[in-house]
């Protein structure tokens, strides 16, 4: 669990039952890294994710076709050791996130900047901004973290968006214990646009316990159980003002998934 990670094969599942509306996602994706001499080193993941909404606790006008969502992102990242101590990291994530009708509109870049600061040999802070879906629509936000290595065993981060305390008590099991804010948006269909709204927009605040199990040679499964707080699900129009609020409530979370790296 210690190695290197330079090529990675992973799939998902999650449900986030809600006081009025069940949520359930699924998503594969692909992730490569290489280093680029001793300063520079270049990562790339391309992920797919379906997002599957059931509104039977929450009847009213406006879900007719917004059942089912999809995205397609393919995350770029560079990083560049500039000085001893410090290092310069960038992203680009061009995403598209639509219901049925892949176009134009669909399509929106994200990214950030961040510098990453060697305080000693066990701890860091990394401070930096981006455009985000963390609130749901895109928007610019900070990014800020303090990361410290308590010993071979204990890391822990505290910082925003992600905070994480990880415990590993041998090569084969890691648990770790994580709060982030996090969201998503996806453009309607123009078929629904009788209500103008033109957005769906989800973002929560989510604490979770997670385990990683490394099962056999590079296999790993992934079990995560949580709680969403200040979930949100909202309809938005053009110039992102809201239309619509679902009142979803919040939910607990639970996940499971497997992944093949080297």
Known sequence: MNAQENFAAYANIKIEPTEKINFSETNVGVFYQKKLGTKNQISNTLEYSSLKVNYELNQHNYYADQERFNQIQNNFQYSNQILEKTKLGISVLPTANFQENLDFEA??????LEIEQQLSSKSKVIIGAGRTSIFGAPKFTPIAAFDYKMNEKTNFRIGFPDSKVSYSNNERN??????????NFYHLDETN????????VLS????????????????????KAGYDFNKKYNLLDRNDHKVYDYNTGNGYVLGIGIKYKQ
């Open 107 to 112: 399509i929106t870049v994200l990214g950030n």
């Open 204 to 223: 929560q605040m989510t604490s979770a316990l997670e385990y990683e199990r490394n099962v056999s040679n590079n296999w790993f499964l992934d079990f």
């Open 193 to 200: 646009n009788s209500d103008k709204a033109e957005k769906v």
């Open 174 to 183: 890691k648990f770790s214990l994580t709060n982030s804010f996090n969201g």
